[in-house]
């Protein structure tokens, strides 16, 4: 008995979100930053770009495609990061549009690094490859809703092709 109490009590403890500013996850109890998608991925992104310019390189950031059969994207676009953030821990989509988790956790959060990295396009060692809507045009790119098939490998190559050959 003994055991059985404090097994609950270590996996209470275990559990516990130490960030009060964390963001809910299908995937675990911890939750995931709040900073992270507001700042942190951006600023690595930044000292990235900060460093090849140092070193007079170039950087090519890739923004993610998912494979949703709901339009999900064009309803996130129209909000800002922190609008995004606010209203998923609100469960806005989830009620609004009865959006399943896993796919409003990648999309939103999808949504919100690809803003990110928009931000970042002028920067004058920076190519942005955007495969969204060329992948998104037959559900035989991707095997899943977040990996690329051979299909969609084919159609990222092609993106990131175009988009060196037009950088010159």
Do not use: C
Request: aromatic share 14%; hydrophobic share 40%.
């Amino acid at each position: 008995m003994t055991y059985a109490l404090m097994s609950q009590v270590y996996k209470k403890i275990i559990s516990l979100n130490l960030q009060p500013d964390s963001l809910k996850t299908p995937y675990h109890a911890k939750g995931i930053s709040k900073a992270y998608f507001l700042y942190n991925y951006k600023n690595s992104l930044i000292e990235l770009v900060n460093f090849a310019e140092k070193n007079n390189t170039k950087v090519v950031l890739i923004k993610m495609a998912y494979n949703f059969s709901d339009d999900i994207f064009t309803k996130l676009e129209k909000y800002s990061n922190k609008e995004l953030i606010e209203r998923y821990k609100n469960n806005f989509f989830k009620d609004k549009y009865n959006f399943e988790e896993k796919a409003l956790f990648w999309s939103l959060f999808g949504t919100i690094l690809n803003n990110q990295i928009d931000e970042l396009k002028n920067r004058k060692n920076v190519i942005v490859v955007d495969p969204i809507n060329e992948l998104l045009k037959s559900s035989s790119n991707f095997t899943d809703y977040v990996h690329l098939s051979p299909e969609g490998n084919f159609v990222l190559a092609s993106k990131i092709f175009q988009a060196l050959k037009n950088y010159h």
